[in-house]
């Protein structure tokens, strides 16, 4: 079982940066794809970014496209979202999830989730 534990969130103005951290425990994560999403208050849990298990192919929303980067330290079993130009709309709780070997887009084939960290963007 993979355990997933986020931090880094907190509270930063418009055009700031914050690097959100995910560790795993449990096992490494050498085999699986990571995905970091989003959910804003009343809405979906939405995609941001993915990385597969070497980091040498992510991909991203377009909304955070040139301003968030996805990058993983496998032997310390850790991802990171460094997220720059912070805007009023990036504002949500972030989830880490991972799933074994191949990078997704889609939230439903991620079994393994943290339990969120929140980053609020004030204008």
């Known amino acids: 079982q993979v355990q997933l534990v986020e931090s880094g969130g907190g509270l930063v103005q418009a055009g700031g940066s914050l690097r959100l951290s995910c560790v795993a425990s449990?096992?490494?994560?050498?085999?699986?794809?990571m995905g970091w999403f989003r959910q804003a208050p009343g809405k979906e849990r939405d995609f941001v970014a993915t990385?597969?298990?070497?980091?040498?192919?992510?991909y991203y929303a377009d909304s955070v496209k040139g301003r968030f980067t996805i990058s993983r330290d496998n032997a310390k079993s850790a991802v990171y979202l460094q997220m720059n130009s912070l805007k009023p709309e990036d504002t949500a709780v972030y989830y880490c999830a991972a799933r074994e070997f191949k990078l997704s887009t889609e939230e439903n084939e991620y079994p393994h989730w943290g339990q969120g960290t929140q980053v609020t963007v004030s204008s």
């Open positions: 990385i597969n298990w070497s980091g040498a192919n992510t």
């Open positions: 449990g096992r490494t994560l050498y085999n699986y794809a």
